[in-house]
């Protein structure tokens, strides 16, 4: 199992001294992404342990992961408390927080959100119509 620390540009980097790896887990902010909404939080953080191990035969066999896992989303309270997702890169673990957050608060319809307006009155209409 391997290691991993991020560099000054946020790129994974596998560390072999358990003690440095120890020691940068403990004093880094390894938060990629967090969101409250309410009482529901939905956070996306750097692991730093390749979690690849738990990958399915199945699922190493029809995709192409030969990256290492590194980064989770999590949401914690509301409706989906408990959900996960893991991910191999950086920008995937964005798109996957921007996805968690799409569940906990959905992206209202402009066409639903919005009230209709109010038909106008036509009578003031007709007599500003006759006045001119």
């Known amino acids: 199992m391997n290691h991993y620390i991020l560099d000054e540009n ?8 358990y003690q440095i ?4 887990m403990e004093n880094n902010n ?5 969101d409250e909404i309410g009482d529901v939080k939905v956070s996306t953080v750097f692991l730093g342990i390749d979690h690849s ?3 399915s035969f199945t699922v ?3 995709y192409e992961y030969e990256n290492p896992i590194l980064w989770e989303t ?3 309270g509301g409706e989906r408390d408990g959900y996960q997702n893991r991910f191999c890169s950086k920008e995937s673990a964005l798109e996957g927080h921007a996805y968690a957050l799409s569940l906990v608060k959905p992206i209202p319809y402009p066409s639903l959100s919005k009230p209709k307006p109010k038909p106008k009155d036509l009578t003031k209409v007709i007599r500003k119509i006759r006045l001119d």
């Open 10 to 17: 946020g790129n994974p980097v596998i560390e072999h001294d």
């Open 21 to 24: 790896w120890s020691y940068w």
């Open 30 to 34: 390894r938060h990629l992404a967090l």
């Open 53 to 55: 191990w738990s990958r």
């Open 60 to 62: 190493k066999l029809y």
């Open 74 to 76: 999590m949401i914690f």
